[in-house]
Every structure is written in C-alpha cells, then in structure tokens.
C-alpha cells in the first residue's frame, strides 16, 4: 500500500510536511504494511493507492487519477487519513505488517587473554 502526501512543486509548507510526519509515524506504530510518501504533485508514482492533498490542490487531483483521495487541511489530515486506513481495512486492502521481531544481544561475560598483546615495534 501506497500513501502520498502531494505539495506544490517548489514549496513545502511546514504545517503539511508536520502532518505527514505525524501520519508515517502513526502508520508505523500501528504497524500497518503501507508506505507512506511526501512528494511533489507532478512526480507522482502511477501506482499510487491513497493521494492526500491539502484543498489548494484539487486541481490538479483530476488529472492525476489516483486510487483514493483525501482532500483536507493540513490541521485535520489525520482524522480523515484514520477514517480512510479504518475502512481499508474493514476491506481488507490494508493488513498489519509480519512482526519482524526484535535483536536480543546477550553478554556471556569477558573471555580471558591467553597471550600478551603485543605491539609492533
């Protein structure tokens, strides 16, 4: 699954890239196996599942044609982007992640020097 958070080419308003920070995060603790992306509107991927814009873009959202479409402010993104993940995944076109599990690294102690380091004269 593919998320993209489209800006105008040649500026990146600070309110939008802080909700799409605040959107890859909360995908990533939910664990969601989706991809979320921040990009200019004219280099979308063709393959792009979800398409968020902020409301001075929907324009430009016609022509290029994505799955679905959230349109919304940079303040309310969130909401709506849950309200969007909750029903794919009622549809079941969004699933959790595999856990990929956690590194354990276990200590078993010092082991003792049999030689003297040596150095090179």
Not at 30 to 47: C, E, G, H, K, Q
Not at 80 to 99: F, K, Y
Request: aromatic content about 4%; charged content about 25%.
């Amino acid at each position: 699954m593919l998320i993209v958070f489209a800006h105008p080419d040649g500026m990146l308003p600070n309110a939008w890239y802080r909700a799409y920070k605040r959107a890859r995060r909360s995908m990533r603790q939910a664990s969601y196996d989706a991809r979320v992306d921040l990009l200019p509107i004219n280099s979308l991927p063709r393959m792009t599942d979800v398409l968020v814009v902020p409301p001075e873009l929907t324009a430009e959202v016609e022509r290029v044609g994505a799955g679905d479409t959230i349109v919304a402010p940079a303040n309310s993104v969130q909401a709506e982007l849950d309200r969007c993940v909750r029903r794919l995944v009622a549809e079941g076109r969004l699933t959790h992640a595999p856990d990929q599990g956690r590194a354990v690294a276990v200590h078993i102690g010092f082991l003792p020097l049999h030689e003297r380091a040596r150095v090179a004269d």
